[in-house]
């Protein structure tokens, strides 16, 4: 029944959640700030894990076949789709939202515990739609370009360890990767990609809103947050892989 009651309360914040923005020029200022704080901020750790988990998977990869009838082009098909179908939208998707989703759960709850949310109220302001509505558009519309920049990067990452140990060429590689490429691919890592988005948007600001209680209470909400964006991220990209590639 507690789960009933919160899938309930989660609804019920949506629906507050999607109102038309009472003034255009506070939100719009809202929305440029999430866009830093949600996506620009987190370019730097995309790129590096992405880099050099590409370059991980290149190597195991290299490392496993020892036949000499496997054409050593199967590297870099392996790594490409490695990669691009869970990887990039999975993987980066659940660190972000340990990075993200700690962030708006401790912001939100703390304007919560502070009464900064209850002044919003007096004034007439939908603080639901003031605080989640930016944040949820900011992680939908720009977390596709980090994920394209993580299939980039995690790719290429394969390519320089494979140039570097001298374990597989480069030419091999970037044959394995233009192999059998199928487009519809990148549309489906897109499409995973929006919906975890709007899972880590959403997930931690309902934590956060409805957090009760001082700042212990606020931690212990940041870490609820991280754990059930990752288990519903995890939920959604099976039921999403059924769906999509079957």
Same mark, same amino acid.
């Given at each position: 029944?507690?789960?009933?009651?919160?899938?309930?309360?989660?609804?019920?914040?949506?629906?507050? =959640?999607?109102? +038309?923005?009472?003034?255009?020029?506070? !939100?719009?200022?809202? @929305?440029?700030?999430?866009?830093?704080? %949600? #996506?620009?901020?987190?370019?730097?750790?995309?790129?590096?894990?992405?880099?050099?988990?590409?370059?991980?998977?290149?190597?195991?990869?290299?490392?496993?076949?020892?036949?000499?009838?496997?054409?050593?082009?199967?590297?870099?098909?392996?790594?490409?789709?490695?990669?691009?179908?869970?990887?990039?939208?999975?993987?980066?998707?659940?660190?972000?939202?340990?990075?993200?989703?700690?962030?708006?759960?401790?912001?939100?709850?703390?304007?919560?515990?502070?009464?900064?949310?209850?002044?919003?109220?007096?004034?007439?302001?939908?603080?639901?739609?003031?605080? =989640?509505?930016? +944040?949820?558009?900011?992680?939908?519309? !720009?977390?596709?370009? @980090?994920?394209?920049?993580?299939?980039? %990067? #995690?790719?290429?990452?394969?390519?320089?360890?494979?140039?570097?140990?001298?374990?597989?060429?480069?030419?091999?590689?970037?044959?394995?990767?233009?192999?059998?490429?199928?487009?519809?691919?990148?549309?489906?890592?897109?499409?995973?990609?929006?919906?975890?988005?709007?899972?880590?948007?959403?997930?931690?600001?309902?934590?956060?809103?409805?957090?009760?209680?001082?700042?212990?209470?606020?931690?212990?909400?940041?870490?609820?947050?991280?754990?059930?964006?990752?288990?519903?991220?995890?939920?959604?990209?099976?039921?999403?892989?059924?769906?999509?590639?079957?």
């Amino acid at each position: 029944m507690n789960y009933i009651e919160h899938i309930g309360k989660y609804v019920a914040m949506l629906k507050q =959640v999607f109102t +038309k923005p009472q003034r255009a020029r506070v !939100f719009r200022e809202a @929305l440029f700030r999430e866009i830093d704080e %949600l #996506g620009h901020k987190s370019i730097g750790i995309i790129a590096f894990i992405s880099f050099f988990i590409g370059g991980v998977i290149a190597l195991q990869t290299a490392l496993n076949l020892d036949s000499p009838f496997i054409p050593r082009s199967l590297i870099g098909f392996a790594a490409k789709r490695s990669v691009i179908l869970e990887f990039a939208p999975t993987f980066c998707s659940i660190i972000l939202a340990g990075k993200v989703g700690s962030y708006i759960t401790s912001s939100i709850g703390t304007m919560r515990v502070t009464e900064q949310i209850d002044a919003l109220e007096v004034m007439g302001i939908n603080s639901l739609n003031y605080l =989640v509505l930016p +944040k949820i558009i900011a992680t939908v519309f !720009f977390y596709p370009f @980090l994920i394209i920049l993580g299939m980039f %990067l #995690g790719i290429f990452g394969g390519w320089i360890a494979g140039v570097l140990s001298g374990l597989f060429s480069g030419v091999d590689y970037i044959a394995g990767v233009q192999l059998d490429f199928d487009p519809f691919l990148i549309t489906y890592a897109l499409i995973k990609t929006v919906v975890f988005a709007f899972l880590i948007a959403t997930v931690p600001s309902y934590h956060g809103y409805y957090v009760k209680g001082g700042s212990l209470e606020v931690g212990k909400a940041s870490t609820q947050s991280v754990v059930w964006t990752t288990v519903l991220i995890v939920i959604a990209n099976y039921f999403l892989t059924q769906m999509l590639l079957t």
